[in-house]
């Protein structure tokens, strides 16, 4: 009898193997440009993943004041992971724009391709609006912030 595996569990297992791999990669070569760069990818893989769960698990149904809630905590989280990763390993300008602050702002709007805005009826706009723009925002200022913490 031939015992497959579902797509889905598939999916899971080559991500974290994927994941893994870099994580050990970037590990191995310890500070520096290369590991920045890979430990960015997997931030942005994963912190993109999280984002979607945090938006079907609770941002599109909880009350108003919960959400501003946790999009203050997801952008200050990603804006705090992203200086983390830049005091480690101290990469180049270009990095740090690039993989460091366009990775952090990617990752910061939770629901980013997760909705066509097409699909969002007219009187939950201005909630898809907050949920897109606030931990953007919230990103900014943060990394701002840290960035002069030095």
Do not use: N
Not at 4 to 19: D, G, M, P, R
Not at 46 to 67: E, F, M, N
Not at 118 to 140: C, G, K, N, Y
């Amino acid at each position: 009898m031939k015992a497959e595996i579902s797509h889905k569990s598939a999916y899971f297992v080559a991500t974290v193997l994927l994941s893994g791999t870099l994580v050990l990669l970037a590990l191995l070569l310890g500070k520096g440009q290369i590991a920045f760069v890979l430990f960015s990818i997997v931030f942005m893989y994963l912190g993109r993943r999280l984002g979607w769960w945090l938006s079907k698990a609770s941002l599109y149904g909880d009350p108003l004041p919960v959400i501003l809630v946790e999009c203050f905590i997801w952008g200050g989280l990603v804006a705090y992971v992203i200086h983390a990763l830049i005091v480690w390993h101290h990469p180049y300008w270009i990095l740090k724009w690039v993989f460091g602050f366009g990775v952090g702002s990617y990752v910061s709007s939770p629901d980013y391709g997760l909705i066509s805005e097409s699909t969002v009826p007219e009187q939950a706009m201005p909630r898809h609006t907050l949920i897109s723009s606030l931990p953007f925002v919230v990103f900014i200022i943060g990394s701002v912030g840290l960035a002069f913490l030095r």
